[in-house]
């Protein structure tokens, strides 16, 4: 596994404890995206979606 996913994943992780949500579930429900993507993001085995300008 790529060093940077996993970090990504880690921050997520940390980001999303600090703002309050425990469930990966409610906080994929608040963000409109599935609760396994949020899941693979933070175990670093999936790509954060890239951004348009």
């Not at 060093?3 to 992780?13: D, N, Q």
Request: net charge negative.
């Amino acid at each position: 596994m790529p060093e940077h996913r996993r970090a990504f994943g880690g921050r997520l992780r940390e980001l999303r404890h600090e703002g309050g949500w425990a469930s990966q579930e409610e906080f994929a429900h608040h963000v409109e995206l599935d609760r396994t993507y949020i899941g693979g993001l933070e175990q670093g085995v999936r790509n954060p979606p890239s951004t348009s300008s």
